[in-house]
DNA sequence: AATGAATGAGATTTCATTCAT
DNA sequence: GATGAATGAAATCTCATTCAT
């Protein structure tokens, strides 16, 4: 009923918050975008969420959901270094959008590091769930003493690999960069 | 005399505006802050910029000229790959800066690139001047075949750095990654 | 509801901007004094109207709506012939406005041709309704062929009269004109 | 020498300052506007005029010389009649220039009442030169009776053509009215 | 509770006028 | 005296947030 409405309202909100700030930026923002982008009226909006700032800490805290979901998902392979090889798979396939958009978690910590936003820190979490995740990984492959330079390797390649698509219109970079750093993985 | 004057108040503008651009982001950055930053007053910004984007792209095209004189400077070492590695060392120096408010080329790219701003393009350019640059020393080192790719990767490494430190507060990141980096320039 | 009280403001603000646009011209005219005039917030304006243009192309609207209007009630008469005195009496009507501050359409052309308003075509059709409408009147009264130069001499008349009488400070010019075109009007 | 300078100075602003008020308004055109038409550096305006008002003044007082050297042109023509048709024949040669920017002499008069300018009166003045001069004519036609009646038809249809042509884009609009009107007088 | 309208602080921009050399 | 630069008040426009129904 009404409970259920009113979650369905704000899981619009957030998937349109979510799309809108990855595509525009969060500065570049406004609420009446969300809105809009929802199909939520403007004063609904803050009904759900009481300041800009509290959509986007939602946004946040759904990215956080998103990634651990994914980890868990790909905890179904045995296989450590396969789990790593099925993000960089994830990369080939969002392609168009890396390429357009850039990556989303570093998108919004970069956004709110930049404007002083408190909740900085909690975006920049989003980046360090993967390292961290990357870590347990490469110890799980019998590397724990190497296992934090190889995952921040592993993950400054995608981000660096991302970031340099996203600026340049170079058709083929993604692809490249993704393939060495298969090749990488698969040496390890 | 005026000539003189007017110079010296762009420059004020200039180099303010570009560390403003660089610490805050251009959304998060008010005329009014450049105008305090330089000490100018406001409306004189408007007499040398007759609009933000004006000024904008002033900004960028110093950050052209600057990366171009850093690329005359190491063109004096004979050493193609101690050009390169110069450049490792220059992300050692500016680690704080780096750590910070991460790199001011990508930043400056990635904001225009979220506000659709029509000077994106022209920002992208400052990487690819990376890029490009890193390419001819690959070529001079007899490596004209896989140049290109060498030279992404070593820009895509660098940005990847950059970013990771940026983002995560771990503060020997950097130094690991440059590190590792340079290792894999010997090497080539 | 919330519709109606929008309707309200709305047309609270387009009596307000045709009023003040006609007696101060519209480069004259801030939307402070719109804002002020009509009692609404200046924040507000921009709410209704996105931009001061769209404000203007608002006033263009229901300026051509309240001439039609005038048309129509006029229609009720079936003397064409009367129906183009019921405007030369209306003149003198409106003699002191007309005096003080000329036509407001003919104002309102005027100043968005010079400001090189991409509205001012719009707004030169305020006089074209004019020319329209008295050259079906004397085409009615049995003079096709030469309805449309006819029509031009009623409107030219009409409207010198109200420069003039509107540029000197002459009390009984516009009455003087006004007869005259009666008199010629009759003998038609 | 130094005065000599001056005065051709002053005579490039007058001349430019015209031109840009006729063409896009007084309240549309900037010192800056002037000062580029003129090819006189903008600090170099305030030289010779104290205040925008102090060449709008000017501006006004060259328009009335202008006007009556035209006066005393035609003097030359003994016949009164012929001198009136010399304006209209006038009308005529200028038709492009009216059509795209309309009277000059009613522009600024309609531009300075509007602003509530207190050099609107003295703007007036300038279509009222027009009047007395054909009152003038006709009572010299031996109409002195109706010399001033006639006298203001004469200006209001020239006036109510320019305005017309001015609004509207009918390329014959004023080709009609001036013969009409010259018609008219032939018929005094 | 839901929502279109209202509000006000602040950003960009313009420009007549003054300044400094 | 001549002139490019500087100044500040004011205009247009934006938007997070609050209000009123």
Known sequence: MNQERSKKTQEKLLVAA?????????????????????????????????????????????????I?????????????????????????KNKLTLQ????PYAGIAYDLEKEKNPLAEEAGSLLEMWIEFAQQQFTLLGKAKEAKELAETYIT??????????????KQFLERQLNRLELWLKAQ
Chains 1, 2, 3, 4 share one sequence.
Not at 30 to 48: C, E, I, K
């Open 100 to 103: 357009e958009y850039g990556c």
């Open 157 to 170: 390649t995608l981000q660096g690999a991302y970031l340099l698509a996203h600026n340049s219109g170079a």
């Open 18 to 66: 979510s799309q809108v700030f990855h595509t525009q930026g969060i500065a570049n923002t406004t609420l009446q975008d969300v809105a809009r982008a929802s199909g939520v009226p403007l004063g609904n909006v803050y009904y759900h969420y009481k300041t800009k700032n509290d959509l986007v800490h939602a946004v946040i805290q759904a990215h956080k959901a998103d």
């Open 68 to 92: 651990q979901a994914g980890f868990d998902l790909v905890q179904e392979n045995p296989d450590p270094k396969e789990r790593l090889m099925v993000f960089i798979q994830n990369g080939r």
